[in-house]
């Protein structure tokens, strides 16, 4: 499963930012597809998923409110739409799946995993 994360870039604190996430040779729908970010020296930590079955959405404390995800079947992508961003280093945004149509908020259940995309927040 080839995953492929793009969108990322500079931005401002508080500006937004949308990343995609495809799959050249994998229909991502209806499966569970979760974003994950890692900062340097840091433990990837979970940000959101996009359940598979019911389209449910789930959002680590720490972004919500501020991001969301979503999903195109047409185009075979799932986004997510960052806003309000806060100031950080560059920081590593991968979309993962372990083929189940169940989201999990534990980054090691994923199997599945793009390159990534990165993320700097600074002015």
């Known amino acids: 499963v080839q995953l492929v994360e793009s969108g990322g870039g500079l931005v401002q604190p508080g500006g937004s930012l949308r990343l995609s996430c495809e799959a050249p040779e994998f229909v991502l729908n209806p499966y569970a597809i979760a974003w994950v970010r890692q900062a340097p020296g840091k433990e990837r930590e979970w940000v959101s998923c996009?359940?598979?079955?019911?389209?449910?959405?789930l959002y680590a404390d720490s972004v919500n409110g501020r991001f969301t995800i979503a999903r195109d079947n047409a185009k075979n992508t799932v986004y997510l739409q960052m806003n309000s961003l806060n100031p950080e280093a560059t920081v590593l945004y991968y979309c993962a799946t372990d083929r189940s149509v169940d989201c999990s908020r534990l980054p090691w259940e994923y199997d599945h995993w793009g390159q990534g995309t990165q993320v700097t927040v600074s002015s």
């Open positions: 996009i359940n598979g079955n019911d389209g449910s959405k």
